[in-house]
């Protein structure tokens, strides 16, 4: 099965996340931020709203960001918790399934950026 196909429903494997290319507009407004902020990649506190099976979060992860996820639907969230701890990551830390659609886990102010 092709990336293309795959879908919330499919558990994220190493080799999707071999082919993901994450969005080169959104790193570089990252990157305009932390170095505005004077912030080391693992200092800047990012939020994928919406993050699906956290590929973008996982992808931002291993170039040494502080990236979580939330999302609404539990399932998709489900599909990457193994890949995150095949990784050594915490996913209960990093990605949260969203509280009525609210994030709850973290205090107020807490991200510098969110996509």
Known sequence: M????????????????????????????????RKKMNL?????NI???G???GRAVIWLRAQGYNAFGTD??????TNCR?????RGLDAESIISLLDGGIE?????????FCF
């Open 104 to 112: 709850k886990k973290f205090q107020e102010n807490f991200f510098h």
């Open 72 to 77: 609404i639907d539990p399932e998709p969230l």
């Open 2 to 33: 092709s990336t293309e196909a795959m879908t919330k429903h499919d558990v994220l494997t190493e080799n999707e996340m071999s082919k993901f290319n994450f969005n080169q507009r959104i790193l570089k407004q990252i990157e305009l931020l």
């Open 82 to 86: 193994d890949l995150l701890t095949d």
């Open 51 to 53: 993050c699906g099976r």
């Open 47 to 49: 939020l994928d709203w």
């Open 40 to 44: 080391e990649k693992n200092e800047i």
